[in-house]
């Protein structure tokens, strides 16, 4: 259904205790330096709390208060980046907005619709400015809540906004022995000076469509059982559920635009992996910024595309994100090198990547602010073409795409009579 959100007040949260000089410039690592200037979104719905006996007001105090106080700690949210460079820590605060949904909760939540979605974010995907962090929270007229967070990539990847979120609702909850943040990025990966690169490569403001498909525990399960590897003999090796559904969807897509009747293009299948336990040693979830990086597979386009060839692919691409990779990743110089190329190639229009990022079994439905853990997460209709999001499903053990395209890509993906037999559902826009 169509979503009416009223902005009903702007404010600026600042940290409850100001930031000591010595750690008011941030120096953002060189993976900040490569990543796009687009804000990553998270929702969070929560239903009307019978127990509780706050009224709007008092919520929107209390979750005030919970952010300034944890904003001591996340501090250069509350700051604004500078030059691609570092991010000065001067406390001038994280944009926060509150509106009214002209509606109930169980309305947007049974069905929601990516691009309605996009009403319930304090702005724009691709207006990051100088910003790392804005908040919206929006109240309905059943009582319910949702609370937003956009949280630039330029300064964080998927794992650090849930840090940063779930440490958000145990401050407001009083807890007291939460790990704090570590701002250890740029030791870690050391800025470069990433003259001729940019990094909005890819990013596309209009004609991009977003459809939610749901896969259903037993759809998924149906799956892995149809691709899994069978050389294995009598205990064959079955694929994940993230694999088999980003082999299944990428082939899907393939076939749906006739991808192969164009020989002159590379199409590649890209997964982002958090480098975090890949270190050696594994480094904390705490640690704040960007560290995951795409593990790249360049399927055969070569007569009928082969869902376990991809599967295959994808796992041995995986296993070369380890400590070695990370070490020669640190080194900086011949990934720009790769980013460089391939973004060139990526505007010349010479390879056509398709993205999937993973946020199953990730810290989603945690994230209690008082109130209760929340009903449903959400995401938005985002800023990149050919880009799929994972979420695991609010119940049933099913996982959500959400799935971004140009819009003739999506009229015909959305069609595609391989891929409906095995979605559960898709997003209902009447």
């Known amino acids: 259904m169509k979503v009416e959100v009223q902005v009903i007040h702007r404010d600026t949260i600042k940290p409850s205790s100001p930031t000591p000089p010595h750690l008011q410039q941030y ?22 709390d019978a127990d509780s006996c ?3 007001a008092q919520k929107s105090a209390h979750l005030k208060n919970s952010l300034s ?3 001591t700690k996340f501090y250069p949210l509350a700051g604004r980046v500078v030059n691609n460079n570092f991010v000065d820590c001067s406390d001038v605060g994280v944009p926060y907005v509150e509106a009214r949904a002209h509606c109930k909760l169980s309305e947007v939540v049974a069905n929601p619709i990516p691009n309605e979605l996009n009403k319930f974010l304090p702005c724009d995907l691709d207006d990051v400015r100088d910003l790392p962090a ?14 937003a967070v956009n949280l630039s990539h330029k300064v964080a990847d998927a794992m650090s906004l849930l840090t940063f979120f779930n440490g958000w609702a145990a401050t407001a909850r009083g807890e007291t022995d939460v790990p704090p943040p570590e701002f250890k990025a740029a030791e870690f990966f050391l800025p470069m000076d990433t003259t001729g690169f940019r990094p909005s490569t890819g990013m596309v403001k209009d004609n991009i469509v977003t459809k939610r498909f749901v896969f259903s525990a037993s759809n998924i399960a149906a799956l892995r059982d149809k691709f899994s590897d069978n050389s294995f003999g009598e205990f064959p090796r079955r694929p994940t559920r993230i694999e088999v559904l980003s082999a299944f969807i990428w082939a899907r897509c393939m076939t749906a635009i006739k991808a192969q009747d164009d020989p002159n293009k590379i199409y590649s299948l890209l997964h982002a992996v958090n480098l975090r336990p890949r270190s050696d040693p ?7 910024g960007n560290f995951s990086r795409p593990a790249i597979v360049v399927p055969s386009m070569d007569g009928e595309i082969n869902c376990q060839a991809i599967i295959s692919q994808m796992r041995d691409e995986l296993k070369k994100l380890n400590g070695d990779y990370i070490s020669e990743l640190r080194e900086g ?14 505007t010349k229009g010479e390879v056509i990547s398709f993205s999937f990022t993973s946020l199953c079994r990730f810290p989603l439905y945690v994230a209690d602010f008082g109130w209760g853990k929340p009903l449903r997460a959400g995401s938005a209709s985002l800023t990149f073409k050919n880009l799929v999001v994972f979420m695991d499903a609010p119940s ?6 959400w799935v971004n395209l140009k819009k003739e890509d999506m009229e015909k993906f ?5 891929l409906l037999r095995f979605v559960s559902s898709l997003t209902n826009e009447k």
């Open 396 to 401: 049933g053990g099913g996982i959500e795409a």
């Open 54 to 56: 706050l009224d709007n």
């Open 282 to 288: 594994p480094l904390p979830d705490q640690f704040f």
């Open 333 to 346: 110089i011949s990934h720009l090198s790769f980013v460089k190329d391939r973004a060139e190639k990526t």
């Open 27 to 48: 120096q953002l690592s060189f993976l900040d330096q490569i990543n796009p200037p687009v804000f990553m979104p998270i929702i969070l719905f929560y239903p009307n």
């Open 134 to 147: 804005l908040v919206q929270v929006t109240f309905f007229e059943c009582g319910g809540v949702a609370v």
């Open 414 to 418: 959305e069609m595609d009579n391989e």
């Open 69 to 71: 106080e944890c904003l």
